[in-house]
Each structure stands twice: as structure tokens, then as C-alpha cells.
């Protein structure tokens, strides 16, 4: 499946990040959850790897090519993707994870630098291995060309850069190297996004743009992510979360409220696709799919 082909349709794509759970109970709950999440007839599924950089190496790729061949077996007719990251990685590490993703099959892989260890900066790559996503980039592009690219914008900047002007300029030879499709990193004021949109137009980076979504379910969760990410929280959803603070329904109710009115804006500006990051769970996404109509 030619994961660039569902951008040129009518219809916005809509797409699902889970992550590979740690234990029994966590991949039984991932399973159930995703039988729900399916009712959204996404566009393709992604399988987060080795996040936060403390995964040992193998382990990280077992669980995340567990999830995916699951995926595979059960729903066939929906396009799996990989996550890979470069922390912890020679080149001969990625390339054997690239030909038993091939062999799975992986439609694409969101190459990704990936977070240091102990989010110790500046990131060290291990001996023989990459320092920057682009490398990655550049590896999967001349070896398994079969595969589509898709790489991390942010639209509040990487926390490491000196500026989002330089951000996006590192974006664009990520793009310029094979990378054909921008999913961003989660934020929840949309103007920020139409800001990193233009000016990624500006630096002429021509290929899809997705924003990547967080549904907001848990006050302090949230607030644990965004500090990681350097996303922000707008004072009108933190207001509203903080009237709710000891009451899991009520963050829930406002969470969902406030992104479906941000998805629908987003839509409404054109969007290609919505990216949505559901935490292995599938409540608040099918709200906000329900509610749009998606």
C-alpha cells in the first residue's frame, strides 16, 4: 500500500499511534481497545518503538514487531507502519530491523532520531550508528526505497532547536532526503500549527502535513507529555481541566469537547489527515470520529 496515495484522495486520512505495552494485561487491553478503534476504518496504523530511549534494543523491536504482525494477521486490509528510532542502534541494527519489518509486511517507517536515555542532552549516538533522523532518512531511502518515509515535524519547534525557522529547515532535508509525509508532533493551538504550516510551505517542503492529536483524558498525564515535548497547553483548556482536577469524568468530558472543536477546525482548514495519538486506548478518539462524522 502506498501510504502517500491515501493523501491525494478527497477523504482526510485518519490514523491511529499505538505503542507496544509491557505486559500481558496491557497487550490484552491494546487488543480489545483496537477492535473499537478500527470502527474508524483508519487509513493505516503506526507502532511506536523504544519510546523514552530506556528500552533495551532487542526488546524494543520484538514488542513493537509483535503489535504490528498482530495487526497484520487479524486486519490485513489496514497498512501497518513502523516507528525506528536511532538511539541505542548501529547501522547494522536499523538495516536488519528494516528487512523483518519487509518481511512482516511494513508498508512504511516513521524514522525518527528518538529520545537519548535518561533524556540526557546533547544526544550521543552509539558507535556506528546515526546522530540525526536524516541519516536514517537516507538509509531507508537507498536500501528499501519500497518503503514510505515519514518523518516529525514540530509546530512549536524540537525542544533542542535554537529556533523554529531552524527546525523547519532541519525538517526540509529530512524531506528533501525521501521523507514524503509530516506527521507533527501533538499541540493543541491550531495557530500554531497554521504557522508551522506556512512556513513550511515557505522552506517549499511539498508533502503532506499532518497534525498529530493528543485527546486530552487525564489533567496530569497531559501536563507530564507536553513538558517532554515542548507543546503547550492553551489557558483556556488548562482552565477548564483545572475545574476538573478530582474528577476523571469531567477532565474526560472537557478533553474531548476541546479536541473535537480543534479537529474540526482543522479539518475545515484543509487538513489531509489527522494523526491521533490514543495512548492504546479508544474512547476518546471515537468520540471525537463520532462526533465529526469521520
Not at 490484552?28 to 511506536?48: N, Q, S
Not at 516513521?110 to 536515555?117: E, F, I, M, Q, S
Not at 522552506?203 to 497531559?222: E, S, Y
Not at 472537557?254 to 486506548?281: A, I
Amino acid at each position: 500500500m502506498n501510504l502517500v496515495s491515501l493523501y491525494q484522495q478527497q477523504k482526510p486520512v485518519i490514523s491511529f499511534e499505538l505503542f507496544p505495552p509491557k505486559t500481558w494485561q496491557g497487550l490484552a487491553d491494546l487488543y480489545e481497545h483496537f477492535r473499537e478503534l478500527i470502527k474508524c476504518k483508519p487509513g493505516y496504523v503506526t507502532c511506536t518503538y523504544g519510546a523514552g530511549g530506556n528500552t533495551p534494543l532487542e526488546e524494543a523491536q520484538k514488542r513493537t514487531l509483535d503489535v504490528l504482525r498482530w495487526i497484520h494477521k487479524d486486519y490485513p486490509n489496514i497498512p501497518i507502519v513502523s516507528h525506528l528510532t536511532c538511539v541505542n542502534a548501529t547501522k547494522t541494527d536499523l538495516l536488519t530491523y528494516l528487512y523483518k519489518s519487509k518481511e512482516l509486511p511494513v508498508s512504511g517507517i516513521v524514522a525518527l532520531r528518538g529520545d537519548a536515555p535518561g533524556n540526557v542532552r546533547p544526544f550521543v549516538p552509539t558507535p556506528g550508528g546515526f546522530r540525526y533522523a536524516v541519516e536514517l532518512v537516507h538509509l531507508i531511502k537507498s536500501e528499501f526505497p519500497e518503503f514510505n518515509i515519514l518523518v516529525g515535524g514540530y509546530p512549536e519547534k524540537h525542544p533542542e532547536a535554537p529556533s523554529l525557522e531552524e527546525d523547519i529547515q532541519h525538517l526540509k532535508e529530512k524531506v528533501d532526503s525521501g521523507g514524503e509525509v509530516v506527521l507533527t508532533q501533538l499541540f493543541y493551538d491550531n495557530k500554531a500549527f497554521y504557522r508551522f504550516r506556512d512556513l513550511c510551505e515557505k522552506a517549499k517542503i511539498n508533502v503532506p502535513i499532518v497534525p498529530g492529536i493528543l485527546p486530552v483524558t487525564n489533567l496530569a498525564q497531559v501536563r507530564k507529555i507536553t513538558s517532554l515535548c515542548g507543546a503547550q497547553l492553551t489557558t483556556t483548556l488548562l482552565e477548564r481541566l483545572e475545574k476538573h482536577e478530582k474528577d476523571d469524568e469531567g477532565q474526560f468530558a472537557v478533553g474531548v469537547y476541546y479536541v473535537t472543536q480543534q479537529v474540526e477546525e482543522l479539518l475545515q482548514q484543509g487538513v489531509p489527515g489527522v494523526h491521533f495519538y490514543v495512548l492504546n486506548k479508544s474512547r476518546a478518539a471515537l468520540h471525537i470520529c463520532r462526533a465529526l462524522t469521520l
